[in-house]
């Protein structure tokens, strides 16, 4: 069975920064790519950054150099360190994960919120 799991999430001031961490297990086929979305409150999951199996990385438009997406030593974890966050920066964090036959899989979600 396909566990991730999350954790780093929690309460920053704007302009401070978080790392989150999300570990995968039950991994019995091949990865086509990990990274993180996002869902804040009556807004749609949007994606955050997500890297490839080939170490190509994306990001949401949002993200402007802000965020960066990277592979632990240990197989199948992912961190994302958050710089520079904002208010609306705000929201619950999915790991997710995607295989080579595109199918998906959802963490339960961390906590973010960035406020004063």
């Known amino acids: 069975q396909v566990q991730l799991v999350e954790s780093g999430g929690g309460l920053v001031q704007p302009g401070g920064s978080l790392r989150l961490s999300c570990a995968a297990s039950g991994i019995t086929f091949s990865i086509y790519k990990m990274g993180w979305y996002r869902q804040a409150p009556g807004k749609q999951r949007e994606l955050v950054a997500s890297i490839f199996n080939n170490d190509r990385t994306e990001y949401g438009d949002f993200v402007k150099g802000r965020f960066a997406i990277s592979r632990g030593n240990v197989k199948n974890t992912v961190f994302l360190q958050m710089n520079s966050l904002k208010p609306d920066d705000t929201a619950v964090y999915y790991c997710?994960?995607?295989?080579?036959?595109?199918?998906?899989?959802w963490g339960q979600g961390t906590q973010v919120t960035v406020s004063s």
């Open positions: 997710h994960l995607m295989s080579l036959s595109y199918f998906n899989y």
